[in-house]
C-alpha cells in the first residue's frame, strides 16, 4: 500500500488514452456536447429571429440615411438606393437643418437637463424622507409617491392642457381661460410645462434608485465615521454622497433617456406653439414622408441613446466596486426629524397633490362637466362616459358606448396582450439559452441583441421598422397598415424587459435543480415540462405582465406604426385630443391609466417584488 | 458494481485558462468510499462533475466498467441522465414546487416503475433516512439537516451504483454534521454504493473514507488509505495539508535562517551520513515532546532547547508554541502541561517520527527504510 502511494505520485508515465486530442478530435467532442439537447438549437433559432427583428431594421434606417429615397430621384440625378449625403445635409447643415434637428436637439437637451435637475432635487429629499426618518406616513408615501411613474407620461400632459389650454388653440377652454384669467403661452405650452411634467413623471425614478441605495447603504459606515468624531453634515458630505454618487448619477442617465424618445408630452403641449424636440421632428418627418431625413433624425436619436445607455453601463459597472459586503449593519435606521416633522411630511404630501392627485382629479373631473371650471350641479353630467345622442359632429355617444372605444381595446389587447405573450416565452427561453448553452458566443450574442432595443428610443425604433417593413421585401409583403408590424415592432421593443427578466430567473435558479434532474434520469424535455417551466412559472407571469402594462401605456411605437384600422387606445385617445373631443380623450387615458396602474399592482402582488428591479419599463 | 476509471483527463475553461484538472488518473474501484481531499479550488468538485457528465472533458477519458462513458478521442459523452448515478449537491437542489415525497419518487417515475415498487422503495429510503414524517411538506419548511437527508434519500431511492456528494455536510452545525457523518457509513454499509465524497474538511475525510485522493491545483497529490495519507505524506503539500495544528517544517540547506533547522542539518549528517539530498524535513506536533533537562532526552532523538512562549489549551489537549532564536515550532501534548510562558524546554523528536523530503518537495522513501527500522512497515 505504501508503495502504491508513492508511484501515484505527480509524474505519470506515459499512456495511450492521455496524450493530447487533435484539434479535430476537440471539435468533434464539442459539437457532438453542443447538438445533444435542443438548448443550442434553440438559441440558434432565437438569435436569427432576433437579428431579423431588431438588427436588420436598425441596419435599414441607418442606410435609409445615407441613400436616395424615392421621390428623389429627380432632384439628385441619380437611382433608388444610390449613395447620397444629401439626406445628412439636409438635417445638420442646409438652411432648414435648424428646424430640422439643431432646434429640437437643443430642446431636448434643455428640457432633458431642467426634468433630470427637478427630479433631483425633488426626489432624493423624498428618496432620504421615506427611507431614512421618521416622517409620518413614510410607509403609504414610498408607494404613493411612485404612482406617477406608473401612469402614463402624458397623462399629466392632458391634465395640464385641461387646466392651462388657453385661446391659442381652439376647442374647449382650458379651466383658467374659463374663468377668466387667461395663462400666458410659455404656462400653457412649450419649454416649461414640458419640463415640469417629465420631471414630475420620472422623480419616482430618483427616489427608487436612490432610495434603494440609501436602504442597502451600511449604517456601520456611517457609525464609524461618528465614532471617530464626524459630525452629522460631515458624513453626510464624506461618507454618504461619495457611496450614493453612482446611484444619482445613473438615475440621472436613465432619464435623460427616457426624456430621448418621450413623445406624448412634447406632441400633446409643444405642438400648439410650434415647440419641437427630436422625437416630435422625427413624427414630423416621417408624417411629411421624408424618409431620408427622417433616417438622419432616427439615427442620431439612437446614437444619442447608446452613448447613454455605454455610460451608465459604466457607472453601473462602477458602483458594483461600491457594494459594502454584508448586510448586517443595514438596517433602516432612522433619522428623527423633530420640528421639521410636520413640514416635512407637509412636502410629500404637496408633491403627491401636485403630481397625482390634481392631475387624475382634473381628468376625472374634465370628463363629467359639460363646460369647464364650473362648479354647478347642472353642468355635472355623465354623458361623456354612457350618453346618447349628444350634439357633436362624430362620437354621438358616451365614450364607453362608442364602438370606436371597444375597437381599440379589442385591439390593444389582442395586439399587446399577443405581443407580451410571446415576448414573455422568448424571454424565458433566451434566459435559458444565454445560460445553459455550452457555446458561449451564441450566449453573449443573444444577451447583447436583445437588449439593443433598449438602447434605442421607440420611436426611433418604430421609423426603423417602417423603413423596413413599409414596403415589400424579399418573401415578405409590405406590413405597413397590418397588425403584424404592431406585434413584430412590440415583441422586439419589449425584449429587453422580457430577456431580462428570463437570464434574471434563470440565474437565480441556477443549475443545482435541473442538474439533479438529470442526475435522478431525467432528459431535457421531461426536466423543462417537469423541473424549469414549474419553478419559473411565477417569472413566466411578469415577464408577460410587465410588457403588458408598458406596451398598454406605450404611444411612441403605435403612433408611427398604427393606422386607424389598427388603432389601440393611446393612438385613439391621441386622435380624439386631435379633434378636441377633451372629455372623451380624458376619458380613455383614465381607462389606460387604470389599467396600467392595477396592471402593475398586480405584478407586484405576484412577485412579491418592488417595482425598482423592474426600473425602466 | 464496477470500478470508475479517469485516464488523463483533462478540464479547463477557455483555451488559455490555466488547467482546472490537469491529466488526472484515477481508478475508483467497487464499493470504496473514496474522498477527494484538497483545498478549495483545486479541481475537486470539477472531477466529481466530469464523472456524473455535469462536465464535459477538455482532454483524456472516463470508464466505467467495460463502458467507455467520456471521451475526447472517441468523440464519446454518456449524458449524465444515462449514466445511473446519483449525485448529492452541496446545496442540495431539492426541487422547491414538489414534496418530499414527490422529491423522492422523482427518480423512480422516470423509470417507469410499477406503483407499488415505487411507494415500496420510497418508505424504505424514508424510513432509513428518517423522513417520512416530512413526506407531504415542501423543501423550504424543513430545516438544513432534514433537506440534506431528502437530498440522500432521493438519489439513493433509484439505487445507484456509485453515489457522488458534493461538500454535503458543509453546510450543516458541527453537532448535525457529526450525525450525519455517522449516517453516512452506515449508509454505504447498508447499500453497498460506491461513494465519491468531495470535501476540504480533512477530518471529515479520515473518519469517513477508505481510500484518500488529495489534490491541489487540479492534479493527484497522493491516493492511499486515511493512515498512509497522514503516515506517509508522498509529498511536502500532502504533509502540510492534512494534520492541525499543520507539521511543522524544517528546511535544510540554508545557514543561518532558521537554527533549529541548522541543528536539525547536524543531527541527520552525524546519525545519517548516507542520507543525502534532503530539502526539509517534516515533524508532527503530536510526535514531538519536550524535557526539562537535556539529560531526559530519548536516545537517539533529535532535540533542540527552546522557550515555551504559548500554552493553548484545546480541550483534552494543549498546543505548546515554542521559540528559538529565529524559529517557532508547534507542539501537542495530552497530558496537562506543568509548565509556563517563558520556561526553556528541550524539544525531542524520535528519528521514525520524522518525514523526509527532497529539494522539490517529493517523499524520500529511501529514508523511511532507514529511519523506521524500528517500526512496522
Not at chain 1, 94 to 107: E, H
Not at chain 1, 366 to 373: C, E, I, L, N, R
Not at chain 2, 213 to 222: F, P, R
Request: net charge positive; glycine share 8%.
Amino acid at each position: 500500500m505504501a508503495l502504491l502511494s508513492e508511484t501515484t505520485n505527480a509524474d505519470t508515465p506515459a499512456r495511450g488514452a492521455s496524450s493530447a486530442p487533435s484539434a479535430w478530435q476537440t471539435w468533434r467532442y464539442r459539437l457532438k456536447i453542443a447538438l445533444r439537447e435542443p438548448t443550442t438549437l434553440i438559441g440558434v433559432l432565437t438569435a436569427v429571429l432576433f437579428t431579423y427583428l431588431i438588427v436588420v431594421p436598425i441596419i435599414s434606417i441607418v442606410l435609409d440615411s445615407v441613400r436616395v429615397q424615392f421621390g428623389h430621384e429627380r432632384r439628385l440625378g441619380k437611382d433608388v438606393g444610390d449613395l447620397t449625403v444629401y439626406y445628412l445635409d439636409r438635417a445638420f447643415f442646409s438652411p432648414v437643418a435648424t428646424d430640422l434637428f439643431w432646434r429640437p436637439l437643443l430642446n431636448t437637451l434643455t428640457v432633458a437637463l431642467g426634468a433630470i435637475s427637478l427630479s433631483l432635487v425633488i426626489g432624493t429629499v423624498l428618496a432620504w424622507l421615506i427611507s431614512r426618518t421618521d416622517m409620518f406616513g413614510r410607509r403609504w408615501f414610498a408607494t404613493a409617491l411612485i404612482v406617477p411613474y406608473m401612469l402614463p407620461a402624458w397623462t399629466f400632459a392632458l391634465a395640464w392642457t385641461t387646466l392651462f389650454k388657453n385661446r391659442t388653440v381652439g376647442g374647449q377652454p382650458g379651466w383658467f381661460e374659463a374663468i377668466g384669467l387667461t395663462p400666458p403661452d410659455w404656462v400653457a405650452y412649450g419649454r416649461f410645462p414640458i419640463t415640469i411634467i417629465l420631471a414630475l413623471h420620472y422623480t419616482p425614478f430618483v427616489i427608487l434608485l436612490f432610495g434603494s441605495a440609501l436602504r442597502r447603504f451600511d449604517s456601520q459606515l456611517e457609525d464609524s465615521a461618528r465614532i471617530l468624531g464626524a459630525r452629522r453634515y460631515q458624513v453626510a458630505i464624506q461618507i454618504i454622497m461619495p457611496l450614493m454618487r453612482p446611484a444619482l448619477l445613473s438615475s440621472m442617465v436613465l432619464i435623460f433617456a427616457k426624456c430621448l424618445g418621450e413623445f406624448g408630452v412634447p406632441y400633446v403641449l409643444g405642438l400648439p406653439v410650434k415647440f419641437e424636440v427630436l422625437s416630435t421632428s422625427l413624427f414630423r418627418s416621417i408624417a411629411s414622408r421624408q424618409t431620408g431625413v427622417a433616417g438622419v433624425v432616427a439615427a442620431s436619436i439612437m446614437l444619442i441613446g447608446i452613448i447613454t445607455l455605454m455610460i451608465d453601463a459604466r457607472l453601473v459597472r462602477e458602483a458594483r466596486r461600491f457594494v459594502t459586503i454584508g448586510s448586517k449593519g443595514s438596517m433602516n435606521r432612522q433619522n428623527r426629524l423633530g420640528k421639521l416633522r410636520l413640514p416635512a411630511t407637509g412636502f410629500a404630501a404637496a408633491v403627491f397633490i401636485v403630481s397625482v392627485a390634481m392631475p387624475l382629479l382634473t381628468l376625472v373631473l374634465s370628463t363629467v362637466m359639460k363646460v369647464p371650471a364650473r362648479f354647478t350641479l347642472d353642468n355635472f353630467t355623465l354623458d361623456y362616459w354612457i350618453g346618447t345622442d349628444l350634439h357633436t359632429v362624430a362620437l354621438q355617444t358616451g365614450i364607453l358606448l362608442s364602438p370606436d372605444l371597444w375597437a381599440a381595446a379589442k385591439n390593444t389587447m389582442m395586439i399587446v396582450g399577443l405581443a407580451s405573450l410571446v415576448s414573455g416565452v422568448l424571454g424565458l427561453l433566451v434566459g435559458y439559452v444565454v445560460i445553459r448553452t455550452p457555446v458561449r458566443s451564441l450566449s453573449i450574442y443573444l444577451r447583447q441583441v436583445t437588449f439593443l432595443p433598449y438602447l434605442v428610443p421607440g420611436i426611433a425604433f418604430a421609423a426603423a421598422y417602417l423603413s423596413l417593413f413599409a414596403v415589400p421585401r424579399g418573401p415578405m409583403p409590405a406590413l405597413y397598415g397590418t397588425v403584424t408590424i404592431l406585434i413584430l415592432a412590440l415583441i422586439a421593443d419589449q425584449m429587453p424587459y422580457a430577456s431580462r427578466a428570463g437570464i434574471s430567473a434563470m440565474t437565480q435558479l441556477g443549475k443545482d435543480p435541473e442538474e439533479a434532474a438529470q442526475i435522478a434520469g431525467a432528459g431535457w424535455f421531461r426536466r423543462m415540462i417537469y423541473i424549469v417551466i414549474p419553478i419559473q412559472k411565477g417569472s413566466l407571469v411578469t415577464g408577460v405582465l410587465l410588457p403588458f402594462i408598458s406596451g398598454i401605456k406605450g404611444l411612441s411605437l403605435f403612433v408611427i406604426l398604427a393606422v386607424p384600422s389598427t388603432d389601440v387606445l393611446t393612438t385613439f385617445s391621441l386622435r380624439l385630443v386631435d379633434y378636441h373631443y377633451t372629455q372623451a380623450a380624458n376619458a380613455v387615458v383614465l381607462i389606460i391609466a387604470a389599467i396600467a396602474y392595477f396592471g402593475t399592482l398586480l405584478a407586484q402582488k405576484l412577485t412579491r417584488t418592488n417595482l425598482a428591479e423592474g426600473l425602466g419599463s | 458494481m464496477p470500478t470508475i476509471n479517469l485516464r488523463g483527463a483533462q478540464k479547463n475553461y477557455g483555451v488559455n485558462a490555466a488547467n482546472a484538472v490537469a491529466d488526472l488518473d484515477l481508478e475508483i474501484r467497487d464499493g470504496e468510499f473514496m474522498c477527494l481531499l484538497g483545498p478549495s479550488g483545486c479541481g475537486k468538485t470539477t472531477t466529481l462533475r466530469m464523472i456524473a457528465g455535469l462536465e464535459n472533458l477538455s482532454g483524456g477519458e472516463i470508464q466505467v466498467g467495460e463502458r467507455v462513458v467520456d471521451s475526447v478521442q472517441q468523440g464519446i459523452f454518456v449524458p449524465p441522465e444515462k449514466r445511473e448515478m446519483g449525485l448529492v449537491f452541496q446545496s442540495y437542489a431539492l426541487w422547491p414546487h414538489l414534496t418530499i415525497e414527490r422529491n423522492t419518487d422523482f427518480g423512480l417515475r422516470l423509470r417507469n416503475l410499477p406503483k407499488a415498487e415505487r411507494e415500496a422503495r420510497v418508505e424504505r429510503v424514508m424510513q432509513a433516512l428518517d423522513i417520512s414524517k416530512y413526506r407531504d411538506r415542501y423543501p423550504s419548511q424543513l430545516s438544513g439537516g432534514q433537506q440534506q437527508r431528502v437530498a440522500l434519500a432521493r438519489m439513493l431511492a433509484v439505487n445507484p451504483g456509485v453515489l457522488l456528494l458534493d461538500e454535503p455536510l458543509s453546510n450543516l452545525d458541527a453537532r448535525l454534521r457529526l450525525e450525519m457523518r455517522a449516517e453516512l457509513k452506515r449508509l454505504h454499509n447498508e447499500f453497498k454504493t460506491t461513494i465519491v465524497f468531495v470535501t476540504h474538511d480533512q477530518w471529515e475525510a479520515m473518519t469517513l473514507a477508505t481510500t484518500i485522493a488529495v489534490m491541489n491545483e487540479g492534479t493527484l497529490q497522493q491516493m492511499g488509505t486515511p493512515n498512509d495519507i497522514y503516515d506517509r505524506p508522498a509529498n511536502r503539500f500532502v504533509a502540510e495539508f492534512v494534520g492541525s495544528p499543520p507539521i511543522n517544517i524544517l528546511t535544510f540547506g540554508k545557514p543561518g535562517i532558521s537554527d533549529i533547522a541548522d541543528k536539525a542539518e547536524t543531527y541527520f549528517s552525524k546519525n545519517y551520513p548516507k542520507l543525502r539530498g534532503i530539502g526539509s524535513i517534516g515533524l508532527r506536533p503530536e510526535a514531538m515532546g519536550y524535557v526539562a533537562k537535556q539529560k531526559s532526552v530519548p536516545e537517539d532523538s533529535f532535540s533542540a532547547e527552546m522557550t515555551v512562549t504559548g500554552v493553548l489549551p484545546t480541550g483534552g489537549s494543549w498546543i505548546l508554541e515554542l521559540r528559538s532564536k529565529n524559529h517557532t515550532l508547534f507542539l501537542t501534548t495530552h497530558a496537562l502541561p506543568r509548565i509556563d510562558s517563558g520556561e526553556r524546554v528541550f524539544v525531542h523528536a524520535p528519528p521514525e517520527a520524522m518525514h523526509v523530503f527532497d529539494g522539490q518537495g517529493r517523499r524520500v522513501s529511501e529514508a523511511d527504510t532507514v529511519l523506521r527500522k524500528n517500526t512496522y512497515n
